[in-house]
């Protein structure tokens, strides 16, 4: 993966479903779908603690501020 997509996550603070479906709908949007598979494996695998979601999320998506 060269260039990541842009995610703007704007939802409660440490609310992981919020950042699960943003990160999904960002790699949709890009049409990365062998990326989102990876990524919702990774997710579930390594369990869904906010912390340990930030980590794997960035791997796949650019975090930028909400405009």
């Not at 409660?12 to 943003?22: F, P, R, T």
């Not at 990524?39 to 930028?64: C, H, L, P, Q, W």
Request: hydrophobic share 30%.
């Amino acid at each position: 993966m060269c260039d990541k997509p842009k995610c703007s996550y704007y939802g409660e603070s440490n609310d992981v479903h919020a950042l699960i479906g943003c990160v999904i709908k960002t790699l949709d949007k890009a049409k990365m779908n062998k990326e989102k598979l990876e990524y919702i494996r990774k997710i579930n695998r390594d369990g869904n603690m906010f912390d340990s979601a930030i980590k794997t999320s960035s791997k796949y998506v650019e975090f930028v501020e909400a405009e």
